[in-house]
């Protein structure tokens, strides 16, 4: 082990590069200058981007070629941690190969778990204005241009969860070519500088709105940079590749007859494991997988025959009851969701997090405790809290869930108040896997967050595990063979916000499910863009601004008053811009709604040619508002009608506990 120690972070950096920085530490570090720079005190700012004292550890270890392979540790700084500097001898366990320090590597990746103690300095400290290495507990002077660190972050090492470090070369070279590429532009054509200089203005701006972008679990506000979104949060592009192999085990399988146009028009785009899936399914089905370079028609083209085993995938999403009525921006994963049931035949669980919503959001008054007398007719034994409230929100809101046409059958929906005894066990298994700080680390709660919201993740983590649900995915139905909920694949559709839940989840599935599990227990998760709000195309629709959203609930008057006065619109001012211009449909909310819900491809295809020349029938933004308007109006008075039909006895169904195979 060799530790090397810097006078400054930015000296570390200029050795090691950003690599040296694991996914938590380059985000702060972005965050404190951007700070920095608003700040406009260029002397505090310089001094403070420095940082202070800081260490890099280099592990050294012989690799199968039995060429020595470097390993970096991450870097330490901040008030509030102490710089390796200031510690002594760091003591690498490895007596035991299965408890401590090892190394396990297969074809796909290579982990390495490090253990260590830190002994007390041994002598005065540090000389810290040039490079130290301490090596076995001796401190030696070293030149910084003699260390290497071009093997400091190897992507051979690192975690699927972790920096994705052969995206960040890949980044850096394409800004590079990019940078260079500019610059020899604007020196062949001065011509063109103040175009390229309008561009660059343009792209300044981009830049300053991505800055802005914030998608948390709790948040989501600015512009959105999808591409950067996968690169933050380590997931995949859903590729033309992935969508064929889709294609392959549902729509050439006749249980649809295309794929959704959320696929088509990739609304979600993003995934994790998806592929595993496809394998999986491929598999029961006893079907190939396309050929990579060839095209759509290289799919089977006939169905295979029936499987009669169960599938081996389950579906699982969920819903937090926060009000009475959903809007529009809420059916868009169940809307996938029941598309994906219908495509794969496979079971559905779906989780009504009422006790989230209390936890985050519930209430105390004391005068509304029961006072033993039972006036106004009001239970005397009654608590003062309002966690009924969101209790009978889940009735309400499963109404509107149902009405979204699921496999009555096959799905089982659940309100975490009723079913938490069944996941209790894995729920456990849950919280003794992950610590408080990671917790804390990937959520940003802090001492003074209720013992309720640390714990939850654990709670929206179970459903992930079939184990979680022996009963509804175990046993048989209609004489087909008994299937093991421990060893099914879970599915989950959801919006991108909320990825950090299964990223924690997938660190620990390993000790939650039996070794031969097909995913190692790890929920696979495929990710949708966010639907925008009707004020602008950015961030997401929330349900505490009505003039925001078109509720379910909405009539044909409230629907068309809303699109009219507030579709933010990407259409010029005048009637000789717009037929010169035509209107900016990445920005107008009108369009951005039709990609959502209207099905048909041709007519939104020719929707957007004549919108974006101004030009044909639908030229002008009022033309564009109503044809969504009518569109809408169909949507929720078809919804209307079949969530009419559902009554509690029926909520009550569809949340009994029974097998669902």
């Known amino acids: ?67 020595n392979q470097l390993f970096s540790l991450a870097l330490l700084h901040g008030e509030n941690l102490v710089p390796l500097s200031s510690l002594g001898h760091i ?29 007390p300095p041994s002598g005065d400290a540090l000389d810290t204005t040039g490079a130290v290495a301490v090596e076995d507990g001796n401190e030696t002077k070293l030149d910084v241009a003699s260390i290497e660190g071009s093997k400091a972050m190897s992507k051979e090492i ?39 200089a309008a561009t660059a203005d343009a792209a300044d701006a981009a830049d300053e709105k991505a800055d802005d972008m914030v998608v948390t679990a709790f948040e989501v506000a600015g512009s959105i940079d999808y591409n950067k979104l996968i690169e933050q949060f380590g997931s995949k592009e859903l590729t033309p590749y992935l969508l064929r192999r889709l294609e392959n085990v549902t729509v050439k399988q006749g249980t649809v007859d295309r794929l959704h146009r959320f696929l088509r028009r990739e609304i979600f785009f993003s995934h994790r494991d998806i592929e595993k899936i496809c394998e999986l399914l491929e598999g029961w089905y006893g079907v190939t997988p396309p050929p990579i370079d060839g095209d759509s028609h290289d799919v089977e083209t006939t169905p295979a025959e029936k499987p009669t085993t169960p599938c081996p995938i389950y579906l699982y999403t969920g819903r937090g009851p926060s009000s009475a009525a959903m809007h529009l921006g809420h059916l868009v994963p169940f809307l996938f969701t029941a598309w994906l049931q219908k495509a794969f035949q496979c079971p559905l ?36 809290d309002n966690l009924d409230y969101f209790a009978n929100l889940t009735t309400e809101n499963a109404k509107d869930i149902i009405a979204c046409d699921f496999i009555p059958e096959k799905t089982f929906l659940f309100s975490d108040l009723d079913y938490v005894g069944r996941m209790y066990p894995n729920i456990v298994r849950i919280w003794k896997a992950v610590t408080v700080n990671q917790v804390n680390g990937v959520f940003g709660f802090d001492s003074s967050a209720n013992i309720g919201k640390t ?26 063979d008994a299937a093991n909920p421990a060893t099914l694949a879970c599915l989950i559709p959801c919006a991108i916000d909320q990825d950090p839940y299964f990223r924690l989840t997938r660190d620990i599935a390993h000790k939650l499910v039996p070794s031969h599990h097909p ?46 006065q507030h579709a933010f619109s990407g259409g010029q001012d005048t009637k000789k811009l717009q037929e010169e211009l035509g209107a900016n449909l990445e920005v107008d909310v009108s369009y951005q709604w039709l990609r959502f819900f209207l099905e048909d491809d041709d007519e939104l295809a020719r929707i957007g040619r004549e919108y974006g020349s101004g030009s044909g029938e639908h030229w002008s933004t009022g033309k564009v508002k109503a044809k969504l308007v009518a569109v809408l109006k169909d949507l929720v ?25």
């Open 1 to 67: 082990m060799k530790r090397v120690d810097f006078g400054s972070e930015e000296e570390a950096i200029q050795k090691f590069g950003d690599g040296i920085f694991d996914a938590g530490q380059l985000a702060s570090r972005e965050k404190r200058i951007k700070k920095e720079q608003k700040a406009a005190k260029e002397a505090e700012a310089t001094a403070a981007s420095a940082g202070g004292v800081v260490s890099a550890g280099q592990l050294s270890f012989a690799a199968s070629d039995n060429e």
């Open 91 to 119: 003591k690498i366990l490895r007596d035991n190969p299965k408890n401590d320090s090892n190394i396990v590597c297969n074809k796909k990746k290579c982990e390495v778990t490090i253990k260590f103690c830190v002994m």
């Open 158 to 196: 690192r975690l699927e969860e972790g920096t994705n470090y052969e995206l960040w070369t890949q980044q850096l070279r394409m800004e590079a070519m990019s940078t260079s590429a500019t610059t020899e532009q604007q020196q062949q054509d001065t011509a063109a500088a103040a175009p390229v």
């Open 349 to 384: 669980v779906i989780q009504m997090t009422d006790d989230e919503k209390f936890i985050f959001k519930g209430e105390y008054t004391s005068e509304n405790s029961g006072d033993g007398t039972g006036a106004n007719g009001l239970d005397p034994y009654r608590t003062g």
């Open 455 to 480: 714990a939850f993740p654990a709670i929206q983590a179970a459903p992930s595990f079939g184990s979680s649900f022996p009963n509804v995915l175990g046993g048989s139905k209609g004489g087909v």
């Open 519 to 564: 995913l190692q227990g790890k929920p696979s998760l495929i990710h949708s863009k966010f639907f925008p709000p009707l004020q602008g195309a950015q961030g997401k629709m929330s349900s505490s601004d009505v003039n925001s959203a078109i509720f379910l609930t909405d009539s044909p008057e409230d629907i068309e008053r809303k699109i009219k």
């Open 637 to 661: 008075e078809e919804h209307q009608m079949r969530r009419n039909a559902v009554t509690d006895e029926v909520v009550k169904q569809w949340m009994t506990e029974r097998c669902i195979l």
